[in-house]
């Protein structure tokens, strides 16, 4: 099994700009996770999903969008880029009961000039 | 609202030396508590969770945490660190009825050769 994957690893925007990070698990996990983490701060979350198809917001979803059309998918968007998310940005997933553990993938390094 | 506090933002240690980070959480309500561990460039792994019985968890690579409820903690502990412990050490919490786990601002750790 690969886990959590993430693509890409790194990514230089400009401001403005847009992209789309990708999260894939093979673990058939119900639950996905979308944090950022930035020095300091810990991990703070952004989105997550219950179950394909549906999504909620975290403690800092301004400026990002996500989407849940497959179940081992979880799609983060920034549609119009700024400095302040230049951060790291890692994925997690793990099965249904909050006591579960999570599983992290390895990261995503934005940065947004 | 829920909130995760990591008393010691930096420490640094001596190889051999006791090791003992805090956490206190504030929620009054039933809880499940975790540790995890990033090393260096890598992305997070849980170290130990409690959930329910034994307040007294043990983890992997000798780590071990106590739950107080009376105290609202849950202290990450090591007799003896060693060179490859350095890393930052996140204290996370969730709530039985929630979907998500709330992280601390993590403690980074730094031991001495």
């Known amino acids: 099994n690969a886990g959590v994957t993430q693509t890409p690893k790194f990514r230089v925007l400009k401001t403005g700009q847009s992209m789309t990070l990708l999260c894939a698990q093979d673990?058939?996990?119900?639950?996905m996770y979308w944090y950022r983490q930035d020095p300091g701060m810990g991990l703070r979350l952004i989105h997550y999903?219950?179950?394909?198809?549906?999504?909620a917001k975290g403690e800092v979803p301004d400026g990002y969008n996500v989407s849940r059309l497959k179940k081992q998918n979880f799609l983060l968007g920034l549609e119009s880029a700024a400095p302040s998310q230049t951060s790291v940005y890692f994925c997690?997933?793990?099965?249904?009961?909050?006591?579960?553990?999570?599983?992290f993938g390895p990261g995503t390094r934005l940065t947004v000039l | 609202a829920q909130s995760v506090s990591q008393h010691n933002h930096h420490v640094i240690l001596s190889e051999a030396a006791s090791l003992e980070l805090g956490c206190n959480y504030s929620?009054?309500?039933?809880?499940?508590l975790f540790w995890y561990v990033q090393y260096p460039g890598q992305h997070l792994q849980l170290l130990l969770k409690y959930f329910s019985g034994d307040p007294l968890v043990k983890g992997i690579k000798g780590f071990e945490a106590e739950f107080i409820k009376s105290k609202f903690s849950f202290n990450l502990r090591k007799p003896s660190v060693q060179w490859s412990d350095t890393a930052e050490y996140f204290c996370?919490?969730?709530?039985?009825?929630?979907?998500?786990?709330?992280f601390g601002k993590g403690t980074r750790l730094h031991i001495l050769p």
């Open positions: 997690a997933s793990t099965r249904p009961k909050i006591y579960n553990e999570q599983f």
């Open positions: 999903s219950v179950g394909e198809g549906t999504t």
């Open positions: 929620y009054g309500g039933t809880v499940n």
């Open positions: 996370a919490v969730s709530l039985n009825r929630d979907d998500k786990i709330i």
């Open positions: 673990m058939n996990h119900e639950y």
